[in-house]
Structures are given as C-alpha cells and as structure tokens.
C-alpha cells in the first residue's frame, strides 16, 4: 500500500479486509487495514481506524478514517458487531444444513421409503 498513513505491525487488528469508498457519484473496491487501538498511558478512549488501500482508489485521495470513542461507545459497537456475527454464522450454519442433501431431494420432507416416519 504505497503512502500508507495508518502503522500496520503485529498488533494491528486486522491488515487485509475487503472495503469500499461510497459517495453520490462513485464506488471505489480496495483491500484496508481495520486497527482498534487506544492510548498507551491514561486510555480515556477508543479509536476505530479505517485505511483503504490508495493504490487502488481513483476516485479519492490517500487517506484513513478514524472514530474516537468512549468506553460506552465501544461497548456497543463490539456489542452490534457479536450480534450481527453471530447472525451470520447461524445463517451459514443453515445453509451448511440445505447442502446436505446432495440429491436435490428436500431435506425437511418426510422420506416416503422410511416406515417410521
């Protein structure tokens, strides 16, 4: 990422997601670096750091975004962020269960060859 703003190491949260830049009239798609990090001597906040890759954003120059939050703020947002993840695996949890039934049968149907049922 040439010009890169934020610092990435070992500690950063995450080095690689997928992210994109939206305004009225564009849509830029670039790999980022998502970092949550508060100070190191008397933390009296959060920061959420966003940086997209500027290599591959034409519609908007290098830069990264950054939210501060409260400790309450954080709270809720990591709060927002379990339950939605939590969504999203029920749902693949599902969708691992439709698979199941490779001869396109209906996997909720009663098997008709199945006297117990």
Same mark, same amino acid.
């Given at each position: 990422?040439?010009? *890169? %703003? ?7 949260? %995450? ?8 305004? +009225?009239?564009?849509? /830029?798609?670039?790999?980022?670096? %998502? ?17 997209? /890759? ?7 120059? @290098? +830069?990264?975004?950054?939210? !501060?939050?409260?400790a309450e703020e954080a *709270? @809720?947002?990591?709060?927002? %962020?379990?339950?939605? @993840? ?7 949890? !599902? ?5 199941? @039934? ?16």
């Amino acid at each position: 990422m040439p010009n *890169r %703003l934020l610092r990435v190491n070992a500690y950063t949260t %995450l080095d690689l997601v997928d992210a994109a830049a939206r305004g +009225h009239d564009f849509e /830029d798609e670039a790999v980022a670096v %998502l970092n949550v990090t508060s100070p190191r001597k008397n933390p009296d906040h959060v920061k959420l750091q966003l940086e997209l /890759d500027n290599g591959q954003l034409e519609s908007v120059p @290098a +830069h990264a975004d950054e939210v !501060t939050l409260s400790a309450e703020e954080a *709270r @809720a947002v990591a709060s927002a %962020l379990e339950s939605h @993840a939590e969504k999203v695996e029920a749902a693949a949890a !599902t969708d691992e269960d439709d698979s199941v @039934a490779t001869d396109g049968a209906d996997p909720t149907a009663a098997d008709e060859d199945d006297p117990s049922e």
